[in-house]
């Protein structure tokens, strides 16, 4: 069975503290993502990785940085965590093609910032 | 820029009815569209993809259509029952940057 498996589940963290979320697919996986969903706006990409050391900035990369050194492995790191950075973030993953395949998604990190 | 729009926000109905969730998108230049299911908390677990080539997709109760030329899909869930309530998204993807773009989704209440 496919897995996208998030580390933390929720996490509380300070203003102004560097917050690193981990997240890992074994299913060999070229493509993976990283999104953050709040009420109202729906999920919002923040930086996407084609493939190891590959990386690309989505629609709110302002605040964040990823790291992709192992294929089943992409970070996601707030440089210095601030309170509009309060949120649920969603990792994902896909098999690299020609965009016809299917995403899967981890279970998600909820994400505090006080 | 591909946008998805999703209707209605909201929908509760009964238990045993039938219903039709909405999906529609600017850019008919699509790879494929999929629809996920988001339980309250977690994250998003995938029900059906359609290629561009595809006009439908069907498990168990749900069938998912794709109408490229009106930017159109819609999920019709059969039979609905309580444990359907969720959240339910679409996403599409679009040709060249293979980034999928999401629609806010529908919230779906089935009531006994």
């Known amino acids: 069975d496919v897995k996208v498996t998030q580390s933390s589940r929720y996490l509380v963290k300070r203003t102004g503290e560097k917050v690193f979320l981990e997240c890992v697919q074994d299913?060999?996986?070229?493509?993976m993502f990283w999104y953050r969903q709040d009420p109202g706006l729906g999920l919002r990409l923040i930086y996407f990785?084609?493939?190891?050391?590959?990386?690309e900035k989505g629609d709110i990369p302002e605040g964040y940085s990823v790291s992709r050194e192992k294929k089943e492995r992409f970070s996601l790191i707030l440089e210095s965590a601030s309170t509009n950075q309060t949120s649920m973030y969603l990792c994902?993953?896909?098999?690299?093609?020609?965009?016809?395949?299917?995403?899967?998604f981890g279970e998600g990190s909820w994400l505090t910032v006080v | 820029k591909q946008e998805v729009t999703q209707i209605p926000a909201a929908l509760s109905v009964p238990e045993g009815e039938n219903l039709v969730l909405n999906c529609s998108f600017t850019d008919s230049a699509i790879y494929n569209l999929q629809w996920f299911r988001q339980d309250p908390g977690k994250g998003l677990t995938s029900l059906l993809l359609?290629?561009?080539?595809?006009r439908e997709q069907t498990s168990g109760r749900l069938n998912a259509s794709l109408d490229k030329s009106s930017g159109r899909s819609t999920l019709y869930i059969a039979a609905s029952q309580p444990g359907d309530s969720a959240t339910y998204l679409c996403a599409v993807t679009t040709g060249g940057s293979y980034i999928p773009t999401f629609g806010r989704g529908t919230s779906l209440i089935v009531h006994p």
């Open positions: 990785s084609y493939d190891v050391k590959m990386k």
């Open positions: 299913m060999d996986h070229e493509n």
């Open positions: 359609i290629q561009s080539s595809q």
């Open positions: 994902a993953s896909r098999r690299q093609g020609d965009g016809g395949n299917t995403i899967y």
